[in-house]
């Protein structure tokens, strides 16, 4: 897997967009950019993944640069809920018989939602 | 729907006891993984099991590590002769395997202590 960049930690006022980046400068041209985030004393949560297009669900928004060498998570509206380490990686979408389905995590970002 | 289950979600044992874990996949969903987190620590693959194609074992760290998935859906990991230092969070996850991407659902994990 490519190696990605993230800030160690991130503060966020409650109902404020929390906009978390993430850098990937030698992802490969069949490299996705994936987010997970793991909450306190919880298994991982899969959030979004994008290739080169600007995604969104019902739980976040994923902007990719042209270049496709940054990206950033953005939460509209965090909660509390929201406090918890959230982790870019980037990884080939299809496993092709090797172990690209092997996931890992580097530090990720520790978002803090403050009241 | 239903989500990744675990059970039991807490376990302590003596030392030198075996342990079977349980791991429920989301329904219809062909790859199931097993990975163990220590504390403060990343994500450590165990293994994958994808259809009915022979499991990747390759990140089970001693031979007393085994696991098994019965008709392609529950999947029993079991530690014989447990030590120490097999404790952790034991994570299952697992996706649809279909597509051109492959997020991983992960379950809320097992917390094994061995005293």
């Known amino acids: 897997d490519a190696k990605t960049t993230q800030p160690p930690s991130m503060d966020c006022a409650e109902g404020r967009a929390a906009n978390l980046p993430c850098n990937h400068s030698?992802?490969?041209?069949?490299?996705?950019v994936y987010w997970y985030r793991q909450i306190h004393s919880q298994g991982p949560q899969y959030i979004i993944h994008?290739?080169?297009n600007n995604e969104t669900n019902e739980m976040a928004s994923l902007i990719i640069t042209e270049d496709r060498k940054s990206s950033t998570l953005i939460l509209p509206h965090a909660t509390l809920r929201d406090t918890a380490v959230y982790y870019c990686?980037?990884?080939?979408?299809?496993?092709?018989?090797?172990?690209?389905?092997?996931?890992?995590f580097g530090k990720g970002t520790l978002l803090t939602v403050n009241p | 729907g239903a989500g990744v289950s675990q059970s039991p979600s807490n376990k302590v044992t003596e030392k030198g006891k075996d342990v079977e874990l349980r791991c429920d996949p989301i329904?219809?969903?062909?790859?199931l993984y097993w990975y163990r987190q220590s504390l403060g620590q990343g994500l450590e693959f165990l293994i994958y099991?994808?259809?009915?194609?022979?499991?990747?074992k390759s990140g089970l760290p001693s031979d007393r590590f085994s696991a098994e998935r019965t008709g392609g859906s529950v999947s029993t990991l079991t530690i014989q002769r447990t030590q120490q230092e097999d404790s952790a969070v034991y994570l299952c996850?697992?996706?649809?395997?279909?597509?051109?991407?492959?997020?991983?659902?992960f379950g809320p994990g097992t917390r094994l202590t061995v005293t």
């Open positions: 030698t992802i490969s041209g069949n490299e996705y």
């Open positions: 990686i980037v990884r080939e979408g299809k496993a092709r018989g090797g172990s690209n389905y092997k996931l890992t």
């Open positions: 994008g290739l080169k």
């Open positions: 099991f994808q259809g009915n194609s022979a499991p990747d």
């Open positions: 329904s219809g969903h062909t790859a």
């Open positions: 996850a697992s996706s649809s395997g279909s597509g051109t991407s492959y997020e991983q659902y």
